[in-house]
Nanobody
Framework: QVQLVESGGGLVQAGGSLRLSCAGF????????MGWFRQAPGKEREFVAGISWSGGITYYTDSVKGRFTISRDNAKSTVYLQMNSLKPEDTAVYYCARSTLMAISTLGDNYNSWGQGTQVTVSS
């Protein structure tokens, strides 16, 4: 089982940027689809972005398209989420996860390894 550790969260003003990292330990995830999810207080967890094992295919939820970019460096066992033009509604705990499927899924049930999360707070 791979252990995932997120980092890079913090407090930023609206319009600012943050880069989240998700490092994998133990079993490599270089052949796995990876995803980023987020959960805001009082809301359900939602899919943010996903990336194929090669990095050649990415998928985003509509609310972050054009602002967020998911990428990966398999040699470093790390997945990234570059977040630009942040909005207060992006405030949430962000989680990375390893998929059990060969294709990107927006459903959390299709992911079986999760990090502990990193808090992102965007002030207005």
């Amino acid at each position: 089982q791979v252990q995932l550790v997120e980092s890079g969260g913090g407090l930023v003003q609206a319009g600012g940027s943050l880069r989240l990292s998700c490092a994998g330990f133990g079993r490599t995830f270089s052949r796995d689809v990876m995803g980023w999810f987020r959960q805001a207080p009082g809301k359900e967890r939602e899919f943010v972005a996903g990336i194929s094992w090669s990095g050649g295919i990415t998928y985003y939820t509509d609310s972050v398209k054009g602002r967020f970019t998911i990428s990966r460096d398999n040699a470093k066992s790390t997945v990234y989420l570059q977040m630009n033009s942040l909005k207060p509604e992006d405030t949430a705990v962000y989680y990375c996860a390893r998929s059990t499927l060969m294709a990107i899924s927006t459903l959390g049930d299709n992911y079986n390894s999760w990090g502990q999360g990193t808090q992102v707070t965007v002030s207005s």
